[in-house]
C-alpha cells in the first residue's frame, strides 16, 4: 500500500521535473510550447550518448543534458520562437507540432528507432526497505531532485530579483520595458531554463518511461494533463497536479488493472469540472 | 504522308519491342520485400533485410537458371502503406513472390493484393496465428505465438511451477500468448493467479510489477514487444521480484538478441520458450551466424532475421522444384511441404496450414565470453501451430 503510494509520488515527480518547463512557457510566457517533449527526448538522448558511448558518469550527464538543452533553448528562442511570441494560439501550436515531427524523424535518422537503454549506477538501482516500505531506490534519488527543485524554482520566481522582473515582463512587456527591465533577455534566460528542465527530465526518465523517437508524442498528453489541471499560474499548481496524476494513475493500474490507463483522464475531466482554470488559478487569471 | 508512315511503322515497332519484354524480363525473377525500416518497429525491418541478404551472400543469387532479385521497400509500419507498395510491386515490378510484413495489420493488409496477384506472400515477421487462414497465398518463415507459448507452459508445469501470473501487452498478440499459454497450463493442473494486461503505450511497470509480487506466485509469465521489453526486464530487477522467488519465464520476443547485450544484468537467468537463439548449437547456424556479422558486424542476428532468411530459402528451393517456373500458383505448391534444416534447427512447411513447423527450444539468459545470450537447455520438437492443430 505504502509501496504504491510512494511509487506513485515517484512518477508523479518524474512528470513534474518534465512538465514544469512547459508550465513556466505556458503559463510565464503564455507560449504555446509543443515541442516541450522534443527538449526532454533530446536531454535523454545526450544522457544516452555520453554514458553508453563515451562513458560519462550518470551524475555528470544531468546536469549536462540540463545545461546542453538550456543552451538549444536560448538558440531556438532567438532565432525562432521569439519571432511567434505575438502571434495567435494556433500559429503556434501549428509551429511546435511541426518541430516535434522534425525531432522525431531527426532522431530516428541519426540514433534509429529502437529503444535505448542506459544502465544506472548501482547504488541507484533494486531497493531498499525503509521503515518496512520497499521502496526502489531510483524513484527515491528521483523524488529528491524533484523537491529540491520545487523549492528552488518556487524561490526564485517569488524571493529574486529576477522573478520579480520575470512577473513584471509577464505581465505587461511595456511597462516592464520602461522601467529599465530587458525583456527580452528575461524571456530567453526563462525560456532556457524551461528547455534545461526538460532536458533534465528526460535525462532522469530514460530508465522509467523508456527512450525511443516516438518520445515527444507519447508524453505530449501526459505533460498537457500536468500542466492544464495543474494551472499555469503557480510552480505549486502543477506540482501538486503531476502529484495527484501519478499517484492516481499508479494506484488505479494497481487497483483495477483492467481500467487502469483510464484513470488518469478521469481525474482530468473530473479536476477541469471542479476548477476549470487549473487547481489554485484564481478566477479570470491567465 | 511518307513521314506519318514511318511514325506508324516506328511505332509498331515500339509496340513489338514492348511486347517482348516480359519474356525477357522472365530470366530474373523478383522478390518484394516489405518491411518496416523507419518508425518504431525499425529494427524488425532491418534484421529482417540483413537475414535475406545473407542468404543470398551465402547461396548466390541464381538459382534454376533465373537470376533472384530483392526489392526492398519500407513501409514504415503503416497498413494502408503496406498494401499500396504491395500493389506497386505487383503491377509495376512485376514481383513473383511477396515478403515481410512486420506487424499482423501489415501482413493482413495484402490478403486482397495476393488473392488477385496470385502470388505467394512469406509472413517473416507477423506472429498472430490467424493471419494465414485469411489468404490461400499466405505462407509463414517466422513462428506464431502460440507456437512458442504453449511449450513454455508445458515446461513451466515440469519444473515445479504451480502458481503464474500472466502479463502481456494488451493487443492481438498478447492476447494470443495468454490465451494458449493458459490454456496449455491449467490443462497440465497449473493455476492462473491472474491474468494483467497492461498497455501498449504504457509509460512506467511498476504499478503492474507490484501487484504480482503480491499475488506472489512462482512465476510471472511474459509477452510484451521487444523494445518495451528491454524497460520491462530493468524494472522487474529494481522491483526485486527475482529476490522475492518470483521466476521470470516469457516468449522469446522480451529477450530479443538484438538488444539483450545492452539489457545488462537485470536479463540473467531469464527463461524464455522460442524457435531461434544466435547462440544455437549446429554447424548451419554458425555458418550463418559468421556470414551474417561479415555483412553486419553492428548487429546480431535475431529471430527476426532468420525468418527473412528462410523466405528466402523458400524462394530458391520452391523455384528449384518447379524447375524456374515463378508463376504464384505453382510456387505456393511447391513451397508446401518442404522441409529443411535453418540455423534455427530442422523446419518444414506444413502442407495444409503453410505454417512453418520447428522446434521450440527453452532457453536461459547466460553470460557466454563477457557477452549475454539466450543459451538453449531444452527442446521441444517440432511444434505445429497449435491454433490451428487443436481445431481438427
Keep these: 500500500m505504502l509501496t504504491i503510494l510512494f511509487d506513485g509520488i515517484a512518477y508523479g515527480m518524474l512528470l ?46 544531468l546536469p549536462i543534458a540540463f545545461l546542453a538543452m538550456a543552451v538549444v533553448g536560448v538558440v531556438l528562442e532567438r532565432t525562432l520562437y521569439r519571432r511567434l511570441y505575438s502571434a495567435s494560439h ?9 518541430l516535434v515531427f522534425m525531432s522525431v524523424a531527426a532522431v530516428q535518422y541519426f540514433m534509429g528507432g529502437q529503444q535505448q537503454l542506459i544502465h544506472l549506477p548501482p547504488e541507484l538501482s ?20 524533484c523537491a529540491v527543485l520545487v523549492v528552488a524554482l518556487q524561490l526564485a520566481l517569488t524571493k529574486t530579483r529576477f522573478g520579480s522582473q520575470l512577473r513584471a515582463a509577464v505581465d505587461d512587456g511595456r ?28 535525462a532522469m526518465g530514460a530508465e522509467i518511461l523508456g527512450l525511443d523517437p516516438n518520445f515527444p508524442l507519447k508524453f505530449m498528453v501526459y505533460f498537457l494533463i500536468v500542466v492544464t489541471v495543474g ?4 510552480i505549486t499548481g502543477p506540482f501538486l497536479a503531476a502529484l495527484l496524476l501519478g499517484i492516481a494513475d499508479v494506484a488505479g493500474k494497481y487497483y483495477v488493472p483492467e481500467i487502469g490507463a483510464f484513470v488518469i483522464y478521469a481525474v482530468m475531466v473530473i479536476m477541469l469540472v471542479l476548477r476549470p482554470h487549473g487547481l489554485f488559478a484564481r478566477e479570470g487569471g491567465r | 504522308m511518307i513521314t506519318r508512315r514511318m511514325l506508324i511503322a516506328a511505332a509498331g515497332l515500339a509496340a513489338s519491342a514492348l511486347a517482348g519484354a516480359p519474356t525477357f524480363a522472365q530470366e530474373t525473377v523478383k522478390v518484394g520485400l516489405i518491411v518496416p525500416m523507419t518508425g518504431p518497429f525499425a529494427s524488425t525491418g532491418r534484421q529482417v533485410e540483413a537475414g535475406a541478404r545473407t542468404y543470398m551472400a551465402m547461396h548466390g543469387d541464381t538459382v534454376a537458371g533465373k537470376k533472384i532479385e530483392l526489392i526492398l521497400r519500407d513501409d514504415a509500419g503503416t497498413a494502408d502503406q503496406t498494401r499500396r507498395i504491395a500493389q506497386e510491386l505487383v503491377v509495376n515490378d512485376g514481383v513473383s513472390v511477396l515478403a515481410g510484413f512486420g506487424l499482423t495489420p501489415l501482413a493482413l493488409a495484402v490478403a486482397p493484393v495476393i488473392g488477385q496477384a496470385k502470388i505467394p506472400a512469406i509472413i517473416t515477421s507477423a506472429a498472430t496465428s490467424s493471419i494465414t487462414e485469411q489468404s490461400d497465398y499466405y505462407v509463414r518463415s517466422s513462428f ?4 512458442a507459448a504453449v511449450p513454455v507452459a508445458t515446461w513451466a508445469t515440469e519444473n515445479d511451477i504451480k502458481r503464474v501470473v500472466t502479463l502481456v501487452s494488451d493487443y492481438g498478440p498478447g492476447i494470443d500468448a495468454e490465451t494458449w499459454f493458459t490454456k496449455e497450463f491449467t490443462a497440465k493442473g497449473g493455476e492462473i493467479v491472474e491474468a494483467v494486461r497492461v498497455p501498449l503505450q504504457n509509460p512506467d511497470f511498476a504499478p503492474y510489477l507490484q501487484r504480482v509480487r503480491d499475488a506472489d506466485p512462482d512465476a510471472i509469465f511474459v509477452f510484451l514487444p521487444s523494445g518495451v521489453g528491454s524497460l520491462f ?15 521470470l519465464i516469457a516468449t522469446g520476443d522480451v529477450t530479443d538478441d538484438d538488444i539483450l547485450n545492452d539489457m545488462g544484468k537485470p536479463a540473467l537467468g531469464a527463461i524464455t520458450g522460442q524457435h531461434y537463439s544466435t ?21 546480431r542476428p535475431n529471430f527476426m532475421s532468420v525468418g527473412g532468411y528462410d523466405a528466402m530459402h523458400l524462394v530458391y528451393a520452391a523455384l528449384e522444384k518447379t524447375g524456374g517456373d515463378a508463376t504464384g500458383d505453382a510456387l505456393i505448391e511447391a513451397m508446401k511441404g518442404l522441409s529443411w534444416t535453418s540455423p534455427r534447427g530442422p523446419v518444414s512447411i506444413d502442407p495444409e496450414t503453410r505454417e512453418i513447423i520447428q522446434n521450440i527450444y527453452m532457453r536461459e539468459v547466460k553470460e557466454v565470453d563477457g557477452e549475454l545470450y539466450n543459451v538453449e537447455f531444452a527442446t521441444y520438437e517440432a511444434v505445429k501451430d497449435p491454433a490451428k492443430t487443436s481445431d481438427q
Excluded at chain 1, 494551472?231 to 503557480?234: D, H, V, Y
Aim: hydrophobic share 50%.
Design chain 1, 90 to 98: 494556433l500559429d503556434q501550436v501549428l509551429f511546435s507540432v511541426g
Design chain 2, 279 to 299: 547462440a544455437h548449437d549446429s554447424p548451419e547456424n554458425k555458418a550463418y551466424v559468421e556470414a551474417y556479422k561479415a555483412a553486419y558486424p553492428d548487429m
Design chain 1, 126 to 145: 533494486g531497493r531498499t526497505e525503509i521503515f518496512g516500505i520497499g521502496v526502489g531506490r531510483y524513484r527515491l534519488f528521483i523524488t529528491i531532485v
Design chain 2, 144 to 147: 506464431t505465438l502460440p507456437q
Design chain 2, 233 to 247: 526486464m530493468k524494472q522487474f530487477a529494481d522491483r526485486g521480484l527475482a529476490d522475492a522467488g518470483i521466476k
Design chain 1, 231 to 234: 494551472g499555469t499560474s503557480t
Design chain 1, 16 to 61: 513534474f521535473i518534465i512538465a514544469v518547463g512547459l508550465a513556466i512557457t505556458l503559463g510565464l510566457m503564455n507560449f504555446i510550447n509543443l515541442a516541450h517533449g522534443a527538449f526532454a527526448m533530446a536531454g535523454g538522448y545526450i544522457t544516452v550518448v555520453l554514458m553508453n558511448r563515451y562513458g560519462v558518469s550518470f551524475y555528470l550527464c
Design chain 1, 175 to 202: 511597462v516592464a520595458r520602461g522601467l529599465g527591465i530587458n525583456v527580452s533577455t528575461v524571456f530567453a534566460l526563462t525560456f532556457a531554463a524551461g528547455s534545461g528542465l526538460a532536458g533534465l527530465g528526460g
